[in-house]
């Protein structure tokens, strides 16, 4: 008699937002990778390594610092400025975590309005608590995530008056 296989899928966090900020000034904002220590839950975020062509760009490592012991470093995989950016989780501590791919996503709907669309699929691959870890990050990374936007589109607004 053979067992069934059980295949759990890793959560996924979906954040889609319309801001009113012209989307190249809020691209702006989120490619500054060293500005990140501005968002709620940041610490400081810094490059570890700059990109190949652009220092945010494609190729970048940047350390982020959240709250508590937690620190991600995250690789910039692509990059279409001002459209969008995608990162993976190259390295997390104290937990480990399997990130498949984050995606942000920037969509002009007119001239001063944006819709951004941020995406991320990860586990924590710890055995018995790890899925229910991971079902309690992604409902903070929704609440990071929709935080993070709005904050962005305020600085980015701020500095394009």
Not at 11 to 34: G, I, Q
Not at 52 to 69: C, D, K, M, T, Y
Not at 109 to 129: G, H, K, Q, Y
Request: proline share 4%; with cysteine.
């Amino acid at each position: 008699m053979q067992c069934p296989v059980y295949r759990l899928t890793m959560p996924s966090v979906r954040v889609e937002e319309t801001v009113e900020v012209a989307r190249d000034a809020l691209f702006a904002v989120f490619a500054d990778h060293e500005g990140y220590g501005r968002f709620r839950g940041v610490k400081k975020c810094e490059l570890t390594r700059t990109g190949r062509s652009e220092r945010n760009g494609l190729g970048a490592i940047r350390r982020v610092h959240l709250a508590g012991p937690v620190v991600l470093d995250e690789e910039i995989v692509a990059f279409d400025a001002p459209n969008s950016y995608e990162y993976r989780i190259i390295r997390a501590r104290p937990i480990s975590v399997k990130h498949t791919l984050g995606r942000v996503e920037l969509e002009a709907l007119d001239a001063n309005r944006t819709r951004v669309l941020w995406t991320s699929t990860f586990e924590i691959p710890i055995p018995i608590i790890g899925k229910a870890m991971s079902e309690r990050v992604a409902v903070q990374f929704t609440r990071a995530f929709k935080a993070t936007i709005h904050a962005a589109a305020a600085l980015a607004t701020k500095q394009a008056a």
